[in-house]
Antibody, heavy 126, light 110 residues
């Protein structure tokens, strides 16, 4: 059974750095082709992809936020950590992590978000 | 404004067939496969269709999808009350070098 769970602070102040952890089970990030992504949804708005990390430590980032994002993995702990610097109230959102798999080949465009965590709501307010 | 364009809302009565469109560009839908997600209220998003037309195990065959060029469409037949949710299309964009989502379509079952 595949499970993913997001954890981290529920409230951060403007300008602070957000650190979120995705803890997962049922799969390994050492398996070829596997990736874990972070996606967020501001209240009442659409889903927005933030970053992905792949089994070979390749990484990709939302270009509009690339200078604020970092993503790392700890395969021994089955965890992926996302950091987002210089938080602003517009970053208030539910943050999800998701296991991503390729449908054919390992090209980015062939992936899909196969399994999702329940999400964690992060509010940015002073 | 989302890179992929979806109608903000759709509706139908139980048993009907409804379609939701998703329009992109040559660098998104024109170059890559499209995936569809269902987001029920209070739940995690769920993969509904991947690689343009493929249903994961457990997704009813009432859900189907197609893609032609830079446009894609999700169809739901035999509409049921439990289908009331937000539906999102998503694809990799080669120009942006990242994933893009549609703005989401809120489906109401009347």
């Amino acid at each position: 059974q595949i499970t993913l769970r997001e954890s981290g602070p529920t409230l951060v102040k403007p300008t602070q750095t957000l650190t979120l952890t995705c803890s997962f089970s049922g799969f390994s990030l050492t398996t070829s082709g596997v990736s874990v992504a972070w996606i967020r949804q501001p209240p009442g708005k659409a889903l927005e992809w933030l970053a992905s990390i792949y089994w070979d430590d390749d990484k990709s980032f939302n270009p509009s936020m690339k200078n604020r994002l970092a993503i790392t993995k700890d395969t021994s702990k089955n965890q992926v950590v996302l950091t987002l610097t210089d938080m602003d109230p517009v970053d208030t959102a539910t943050y999800y992590c998701a296991r991503s798999l390729p449908s054919s080949g390992w090209y980015y465009g062939r992936y899909y978000f196969a399994d999702w965590g329940q999400g964690t709501l992060v509010t940015v307010s002073s | 404004q989302s890179v992929l364009t979806q109608p903000p809302s759709a509706s139908g009565t139980p048993g009907q067939r409804v379609s939701i469109s998703c329009s992109g560009s040559s660098s998104s839908l024109g170059s890559n496969t499209v995936n569809w997600y269902q987001h029920l209220p209070g739940a995690a998003p769920k993969i509904l269709i991947y690689s343009n037309t493929q249903r994961p195990a457990g997704v009813p065959d009432r859900f189907s999808a197609s893609k032609f060029g830079t446009s894609a469409s999700l169809a739901i037949s035999g509409l049921r009350s439990e289908d009331e949710a937000d539906y999102y299309c998503a694809a990799w964009d080669d120009s942006l070098n990242g994933w893009v989502f549609g703005g989401g379509t809120k489906l109401t079952v009347l």
